[in-house]
């Protein structure tokens, strides 16, 4: 079997300039998990659909994620109970281009996502005054409250479909961060499909075609599950579960050792 590097090098490159006009900083996402096996298989069938991004020749990108919540983890229980008009806050850095963007991102009640965000080349403990400028202007509760709770670090592939407005991200080798707690996830794929609006894409045709299930909760709310044993997990409990079926971890069987 071809490694999923080399099959990705069969696709028609692209680059990041080229991809300025599908950025989609409001837009419909359509989650999918799977297992990593299934991969190559999955990249093979889309290939006459889709560019990969390369850049300085990768076709991965290393991304180092540290997200933002409160003491009481108040970002992550409303997307436990399923609350729209919530927000999530992180530092996103492109560790192979160097770059870092402090994000906040807003599912509204229609569903959509909308991302803003600005440089900040580093991660902060405490924000400086652009950076709480910033958040102060996009939530509406004090960014003063908001504290680093988890790290979320992978790799990244990016498609982009050569007909349409879409982009596919595909993250593997995903890696939970608390403390010295750290959870690596190697079997686990994360798919997003990400559109002006949800219509026709040749990625969900195939993920149906291979009897994979829409749906999925985010990497965020993954992390804290994995990593906070006191957090709310009831109403993730049949995904966080379903996961059994992907990967084998120590963790998935002790996550409900404690009552929610």
């Known amino acids: 079997m071809n490694s999923v590097n080399d099959i990705l090098n069969s696709f028609i490159p692209t680059t990041l300039k080229e991809m300025d006009g599908v950025k989609l900083m409001d837009r419909t996402d359509t989650k999918y998990t799977f297992k990593m096996e299934l991969l190559p298989e999955v990249l093979k069938a889309i290939e006459p659909f889709y560019k990969c991004l390369h850049i300085e020749s990768k076709v991965m990108s290393s991304y180092q994620t540290l997200y933002y919540d ?36 807003f599912k509204n009640n229609k569903g959509r996502t909308i991302k803003e965000r600005i440089k900040e080349k580093d991660p902060a403990t405490v924000f400086n005054e652009k950076s709480h400028a910033f958040l102060s202007g996009e939530l509406p509760f004090d960014p003063g409250t908001l504290v680093p709770v988890v790290w979320v670090n992978y790799s990244r592939i990016t498609l982009v479909n050569k007909q349409s407005a879409e982009r596919l991200t595909i993250d593997i080798n995903l890696e939970f961060k608390k403390g010295d707690k750290i959870v690596n996830l190697d079997n686990l794929v994360i798919a997003e499909v990400k559109q002006e609006k949800k219509k026709p894409s040749p990625f969900i045709k195939e993920m149906k075609k291979q009897h994979v299930r829409e749906g999925s909760i985010s990497k965020y709310c993954f992390a804290i599950a994995f990593t906070y044993i006191d957090a709310k997990k009831n109403n993730f409990k049949e995904k966080l579960l379903a996961l059994k079926h992907i990967i084998k971890h120590d963790t998935l069987t002790n996550i409900y050792r404690r009552h929610n």
């Open 70 to 105: 409160t003491s009481t983890l108040m970002l992550y229980n409303k997307h436990h109970n399923g609350e729209l008009n919530r927000y999530k806050i992180r530092h996103r850095t492109y560790v192979d281009s160097q770059l870092g963007y402090l994000e906040v991102k």
